[in-house]
């Protein structure tokens, strides 16, 4: 056999192979390297691979790449079968030999240099802090002229690791490192960013570019970067800076002062113009991302900033340069933190010190904090002025993407972060103003109210000019600000008597054109939106109106949505929501939009028809399911045109999946709102679920499932169609349903199933074919491999049954579901009874979640009260003749669930009653081992009730059967709902379940000492003869 150094030799010929076309030399080349990892030198041989100039660019960089998941898999701890460690002194050599060949290769290609600084970077990560000459060797690199740029670009990649670190004292050293490391570069940055100020005054006199000039620029531009990431890793405490980061600020002033300015005298310098930019940009972002991480920290360097950024914005205009309009976002960015900046306000809190902190160190001091504030309050008349009528105005661009595309223009306002271009970083920190400065900008923006009132509207309906597109325009973001503020500024203006009646009658009604073309002015457009935009958000306002001016609002709203232009036509509908659901209470918002609910929906379903994008169809076709779902049944004359509508878009979206499952749940709220009244549209429905329930249109099963069920349980009844429909498809659902993994429709399946049964009351409709049907789907249980999807469909199962057993006949319902009742008893008992059943749903391994524990004991308890011959058949049967053997382990199990786990403030404490449902059936079976737990359970819940009757607090054994007590009051309250037929029942069952358990006079007692007369008189009329 060859020598593992032999093997080595041939890395180099290895890795050429890998490069091949031919797929079976490069596997094997692949291969032969995958095994040569192990060998003692391989690390160290791939770096050699690098370092040579003698072996190919491409050779170098297949070595790198190889180098680099060579270490992921040695340092990044692996596992597996395969995996084979190497030993410390491995790792060390390769740490060092990639310093040694980082520090001393006089020239490295940029893409294998990159991989090399990623495998530094990974090893750091893993190896910190007991990598202690990183830094040093770093900062070696960067003192030498030739290799300065190649250190400092590898330390940007260790401090991009190192930011991961999760160990407090890890981050400490980290932070430590930093500080060391800032001391060196502040200097070498001073020293950079001073020549290349130099290198600007002497091409600005020359009109040449200096020599050197792209070197400097360079080097400046990466100090900058570093120094960013020093600031901020080398915070040790988030409330102080060290005396090394303090000196930072004085010089980073300047150079913003400098630098910016510097940029516009080099525009016909396309190289140099680009660097001077990128400089720029990464010296406001220090200022951003330490306001971001460190506020307390950077509280005494923020005031002199102040100053210079408020220039900025004052002085910062649209243009094409989208680098130049960062600038100015990341301006407002910084400002947006100081305005959200707890520790700046008139009189500040101290801040709250970690108990691990040192306290000598905090740099709290409540004067400068207040000194910023009032620094920044004189300027937020002139902020405000410059960020509304300057910076949030819409450009011509926007005019633009509107009139190109307006619903891309519509979704693009809501989906733009706030710091991604300049008009919404300046809507964002008007927010941020408003929000954490209301007293002190309140007053500024009710004075632009009342200067707006006193204006003349616009002539909007003439030849647009550039004079008057630009106050248009000024107008525009006028009232948008205004309404961001409406709810801000309510008690400011009426403080100041403002009243949008006299606004909307002297100004906005006059502003509103009846021109509704889409080729009309742009200008008369524009107001359009903006001002049913505002009278939405004015909203609360509106609706304290008179009637009549009310009225008047709403049918221009109305009016505007028969506007051409889409994007105008999408604003009225919002803002015709927003005046629907902040009505104050439901019959005002019935009385208003009831009548006018049909040119509502007939609007919104056009507006969904002519639009093309199938998020603005699904935005719409929400606005008319909401209108359904408010309206109710007073939607009803709008019936036959929204059927009408739902045909010719079901028609057009024949490719847009999304959109006809979103028609489908619009007609699920429909059928909903119509009640039973939906009957007039049954064969419409009939029709569009058969469609739906094809084989190819799979996409759309739970939806049309949905609206089935749907359908079903709001009609009064059922002609033969809707019968023929589930004969048709309902097997071939339920089956698809459990057998593929991925599917959602077996709730669906179920509740169908459940609609059918109680509409179908007095027969049994869960019997033969659908009871058999469904005891075959449930014993696929087994076949289900996922734990989760097996969780989720026994919960499905367990809700099903418990309603379908409130119609079916005791004794059909366990003909049909023994086996699974069965499967029940076996999940639910003991784990060293569990292993003995065969019938388990639930593997023992993985546990029994609480949640499917509660929903198995509630159907028991329903089966062990209304079965229980039944029942004690199914338990002979279980345990072959001896039934104690199983009753015993199960009621263990049963009281320790739900009188021992469960916490008293529970969502499941209503499954708690269910212990009392088995008591009722221990007590008629007689069984003497439990006669004891009997009697004590009841004799400890009669005594909670005395106590809590008399007022003396229960000790903590008590409470929880105190809980129990009020929650039979619960339980009769809700036995009162006369709309939960299937819930009234089984309150009922299990009020009488107490009633046998407790015994009826004690029980009897125990109401009239607790419930008033009218509670009572429910109880009587509940159980009739049997109380």
């Given amino acids: 056999r060859a020598s593992p150094m032999a093997h080595l030799e041939a890395v180099d010929k290895l890795l050429s192979q890998t490069l091949l076309d031919d797929n079976v030399a490069r596997t094997r080349a692949e291969e032969a390297l995958r095994e040569m990892g192990s060998v003692p030198g391989f690390l160290s041989r791939l770096i050699e691979s690098c370092s040579s100039e003698k072996v190919p660019e491409s050779v170098r960089l297949a070595a790198a790449i190889m180098l680099k998941n060579r270490v992921k898999s040695l340092f990044i701890s692996a596992r597996g079968p395969n995996h084979k460690p190497q030993s410390s002194a491995e790792k060390e050599r390769a740490k060092m030999g990639l310093l040694i060949f980082l520090s001393e ?5 940029k893409q294998v240099e990159a991989q090399l600084r990623d495998v530094v970077g990974v090893i750091a990560r893993v190896e910190w802090p007991n990598w202690k000459d990183l830094f040093k060797a770093i900062g070696k690199m960067i003192q030498r002229e030739g290799t300065a740029f190649r250190g400092l670009s590898l330390l940007l990649v260790v401090l991009d690791h190192l930011g991961s670190l999760r160990v407090l004292e890890h981050r400490i050293l980290r932070a430590n490192a930093c500080q060391a490391m800032l001391k060196d570069l502040d200097k070498m940055w001073s020293q950079y960013s001073e020549g290349l100020v130099v290198k600007l005054q002497e091409w600005k006199k020359s009109g040449v570019e200096p020599k050197s000039f792209a070197r400097v620029a360079d080097m400046t531009l990466v100090l900058t970067r570093c120094v960013n990431e020093l600031m901020v890793s080398g915070t040790v405490q988030p409330y102080a800076f060290s005396n090394a980061q303090a000196e930072v600020f004085p010089k980073l002033l300047h150079m913003l002062e400098v630098f910016p300015g510097a940029r516009s005298k080099l525009r016909n310098f396309p190289s140099a113009f680009s660097k001077i930019t990128e400089i720029s940009l990464a010296l406001i972002k220090i200022m951003c991302e330490l306001i971001e991480k460190h506020n307390l920290a950077i509280l005494p360097f923020t005031r002199p900033f102040l100053p210079f950024v408020l220039g900025v914005l004052k002085n910062s205009k649209f243009d094409d340069e989208a680098v130049f309009e960062e600038f100015s976002v ?37 004067k400068i904090s207040t000194a910023t504030y009032w620094a920044l309050n004189g300027k937020f008349k002139d902020l405000i002025e410059n960020l509304v009528l300057k910076l949030m105005p819409m450009t011509r661009s926007d005019i633009d993407d509107w009139e190109t595309d307006p619903e891309q223009f519509f979704h693009k306002g809501h989906r733009l972060h706030k710091y991604e271009r300049l008009r919404p970083a300046a809507e964002g920190l008007f927010w941020d103003l408003i929000k954490h400065h209301r007293e002190a900008v309140g007053g500024f923006i009710v004075q632009m109210l009342e200067h707006t009132i006193k204006q003349r509207p616009l002539p909007l309906d003439v030849q647009v000019n550039p004079d008057l597109l630009r106050e248009v325009l000024r107008k525009d973001a006028l009232y948008y600000a205004l309404g961001q503020a409406s709810c801000e500024i309510h008690d400011g203006l009426k403080n100041s008597g403002f009243s949008i009646a006299t606004w909307y009658n002297n100004i906005l009604s006059h502003e509103l054109s009846t021109n509704l073309s889409a080729k009309a002015p742009i200008t008369t457009r524009i107001i359009q939106r903006r001002i049913v935009w505002l009278l939405g958000e004015f909203a609360p306002q509106v609706h304290e109106l008179k009637p009549d001016l009310k009225s008047n609002i709403y049918s221009c709203i109305l009016r505007i949505l028969a506007s051409e232009d889409i994007l105008v036509r999408l604003t009225a509908l919002a803002s015709l929501r927003d005046l629907i659901s902040t009505a104050p209470t439901p019959d005002i918002r019935i009385r208003d939009f009831a009548r006018s609910s ?11 028809y002519d639009s093309k994008a199938a998020h603005t169809k699904k935005q719409t076709l929400a606005m008319a399911d909401y209108v359904f779902r408010e309206m109710g049944a007073h939607i009803l004359p709008a019936v036959p045109g929204v059927l009408s509508s739902v045909q010719d878009l079901w028609k057009q979206t024949a490719e847009q999946n999304v959109v006809r499952t979103d028609i489908l749940y619009t007609l699920k709220s429909l059928v909903k709102a119509a009640g039973s009244e939906s009957h007039r549209f049954h064969s419409f429905l009939l029709d569009l679920i058969s469609n739906c329930l094809t084989p190819d249109q799979e996409h759309l099963h739970e939806a049309a499932i949905e609206l089935w069920r749907v359908a079903i349980a709001n009609a009064s009844e059922l002609s033969e169609k809707w019968y023929s429909l589930f004969q048709a498809y309902w097997h071939k659902a339920l089956v698809d349903a459990f057998e593929d993994p991925q599917s959602t429709t077996v709730e669906g399946c179920l509740g169908l199933v459940k609609s059918y049964a109680l509409i179908t009351r007095p027969r049994n409709f869960v019997q033969g074919p659908v009871a058999e049907a469904l005891s075959k789907a449930f014993s696929r249980l087994s076949n289900t491999q996922s734990f989760h999807r097996k969780i989720r469909l026994i919960l499905a199962i367990d809700s099903f049954l418990l309603d379908v057993a409130l119609v079916m006949s005791p004794k059909d319902f366990m003909n049909s579901f023994h086996l ?19 019938s388990s749903m639930i593997p023992t391994r993985q546990g029994l979640p609480q949640i499917v524990l509660e929903n198995h004991f509630h159907l028991l308890a329903h089966l062990f009260c209304s079965a229980q011959d039944l029942m004690w058949e199914l338990l002979e049967r279980i345990s072959k003749n001896e039934p104690l053997k199983v009753l015993e382990p199960l009621a263990k199990s049963w009281f320790q669930a739900f009188f021992q786990t469960i916490q008293p403030r529970s969502k499941f404490d209503l499954c708690k009653l269910n212990a009392l449902a088995f008591l009722s059936f221990l007590r008629v079976k007689d069984t003497s081992f439990l006669n004891n737990t009997v009697k004590s359970v009841l004799s400890a819940a009669t005594a909670v009730a005395r106590r809590e009757i008399s007022g003396k607090e229960p000790d903590d054994g008590e409470k929880e059967l105190g809980e129990l007590e009020r929650k039979r009051l619960t339980l009769i309250r809700a036995s009162r709902d006369p709309c939960r037929v299937s819930m009234r029942e089984r309150v009922s069952s299990e009020l009488e379940a107490m009633m046998k358990a407790q015994g009826q006079l004690q029980f009897r007692k125990w109401l009239q000492q607790n419930v008033d007369a009218k509670t009572m008189n429910e109880v009587i009329k509940l159980f009739g003869q049997k109380f």
């Avoid at 049909?598 to 969904?608: P, R």
């Fill in 330 to 366: 990341n301006c407002i960015r910084f400002l947006s933190e100081v305005a959200k900046n707890p520790y700046i306000k008139p009189k500040p809190m101290p801040p709250r010190i970690p108990y691990h902190a040192d306290k000598s160190k905090i740099n709290f001091d409540s």
């Fill in 820 to 838: 699974y009742v069965t499967g029940v008893i076996s999940d639910v008992m003991p784990k060293s009874e569990e292993k003995k059943q065969s």
């Fill in 598 to 608: 049909d040119q509502i929906l007939k609007f919104t379903f056009k507006t969904a």
């Fill in 105 to 109: 290769a006089p020239r490295i290609p």
